[in-house]
């Protein structure tokens, strides 16, 4: 059986499988059906989309798949991932969906479920969908067509409404944005319109840049993955901040006011330090991935707070956030996540977060993170011919404990494989780059040797 969900759903090249028409029609089909099962009678979905050409399409498909199930479909129409699992959320669903690949180009498109918690969809749920896709005798019935187009473009002005009074009246609450400049970039993406109207609702006065969506333009050259146009921007204008969001908005990275880039990590210390401060941190504790950077760790951990690191992906960062009980995690891509407010990353949250942070400390965004040193970071890959267990390697064994007594608590190595290709990853941090890079490459070589690879 095939697996098609990823840490992040299903995704892909929009029009190929698994994201042809066929296949996304029954992924629909069996994500109602099962919805069907577990609830004994007609599931309530409701589904939404970025600005991706094939995004219209997708969730004709989608829906008509779930209508062989009978199900229930509120459509908000072009809307972030957050907003999504806050309407399933709201709305008592039994699932959101949402239409995305957010921060790939726009040939990607992708599958996202969210249970009514904000949670994404559970392994076991995916595994039975994976095998109801597997099952080409599950045929759908052609009959049964998409509800009124019109019904459901009227419903979703509705649906995003309920969203931004959300975010103006809970999360926003008291927050007066007045004489406080910031620009936006919405990477033509979902926050397109609702970053822009947000801000400037909240007082602001608001420079919007790449909120002109195409079909194509989505997360080219602009918003989270390319900031160098957003900081130019800032100093130009000379405004407080400059947020950047990805396709989706379920992250946000910013920009201080001296065009310095702020990343997840730098937001988590200064949300981290307000929240210890008004004994809100619980358990002294934020929840960071493998790959945040060890100058987070040791910053963190001069003000007596601790960091506990997860595997990559927003849903690793969640599972520990539940486990522990603490309050703030998140990636050093900008998805943070702010269990007691959602469970879900939302660019938007982060941000009137960050900003609640800068006019209750009455501090500009530079102050709030200084403190933090970023520490020199190399990521070595090396082309194996097997991934055989690192601790089954005496020798790798031997020169990675050697290195990590020479970091000591001033660096991190981090061995692990590729999930989706033959190589070892040699990440280190460390004080001085000259040195991780000979220690990387010590560690490299010795990797080729027992393993027999070609250098890459």
Not at 1 to 15: P, Q, S, V, W
Not at 24 to 38: D, K, M, T, W
Not at 94 to 122: C, M, T, W
Request: hydrophobic residues 40%; negative net charge.
């Amino acid at each position: 059986m095939t697996k098609l969900f990823g840490t992040d759903g299903i995704r892909g090249e929009a029009g190929k499988y698994p994201l042809n028409a066929e296949t996304v029609q029954a992924i629909g089909r069996s994500l109602a059906r099962r919805l069907a099962e577990r609830k004994h009678g007609a599931p309530r979905i409701v589904i939404g989309r970025d600005t991706r050409e094939s995004g219209p399409w997708m969730e004709e498909a989608l829906v008509n798949g779930t209508l062989q199930h009978d199900a229930e479909i509120h459509s908000a129409g072009i809307i972030t991932t957050p907003g999504i699992a806050f309407l399933a959320r709201t709305l008592q669903a039994d699932a959101g969906v949402v239409i995305s690949a957010s921060h790939n180009p726009y040939q990607d498109n992708g599958i996202k479920v969210f249970e009514p918690s904000g949670r994404k969809l559970d392994d076991a749920m995916e595994r039975l969908i994976e095998a109801d896709i597997a099952d080409r005798s599950l045929s759908a019935d052609s009959n049964k067509l998409v509800k009124d187009a019109k019904g459901r473009a009227d419903e979703s002005a509705d649906l995003k409404s309920r969203y931004f009074s959300y975010l103006v009246n809970d999360v926003a609450q008291n927050l007066a944005l007045s004489s406080f400049k910031m620009v936006v970039d919405c990477a033509n993406g979902a926050a397109y319109e609702i970053a822009p109207r947000l801000f400037t609702e909240l007082g602001a006065a608001v420079v919007t840049i790449n909120d002109k969506p195409d079909g194509q333009n989505i997360n080219r050259d602009c918003g989270s993955l390319h900031i160098e146009g957003l900081q130019k921007l800032v100093q130009e204008t000379r405004a407080d901040i400059g947020v950047a969001f990805d396709g989706d908005a379920d992250r946000a990275l910013f920009v201080d006011e001296a065009g310095k880039f702020i990343d997840g990590d730098a937001t988590m210390w200064a949300l981290a330090n307000y929240l210890k401060k008004r004994g809100q941190l619980k358990s002294d504790t934020v929840v960071a991935t493998v790959m945040s950077n060890i100058g987070l760790e040791i910053a963190l951990r001069s003000e007596g707070i601790k960091l506990r690191r997860a595997d990559v992906g927003d849903k690793y960062v969640l599972e520990e956030l539940v486990r522990t009980g603490a309050a703030l995690g998140g990636e050093q891509s900008g998805h943070l996540i702010f269990p007691g407010l959602s469970l879900a990353g939302d660019g938007m949250l982060t941000t009137i977060s960050l900003l609640r942070v800068m006019r209750e400390e009455k501090m500009s965004l530079s102050e709030l993170t200084r403190g933090m040193q970023r520490y020199p970071q190399l990521l070595v890959n090396v082309r194996v011919l097997e991934k055989r267990p690192f601790d089954e390697l005496s020798e790798v064994q031997r020169v990675a404990r050697e290195i990590e007594a020479e970091l000591g608590d001033r660096g991190r190595l981090l061995l692990r494989y590729s999930g989706t290709e033959p190589l070892a990853r040699v990440m280190i941090e460390g004080e001085d780059q000259t040195t991780i890079k000979a220690q990387a490459d010590r560690l490299a070589e010795t990797i080729r040797r027992e393993l027999g690879a070609e250098k890459s």
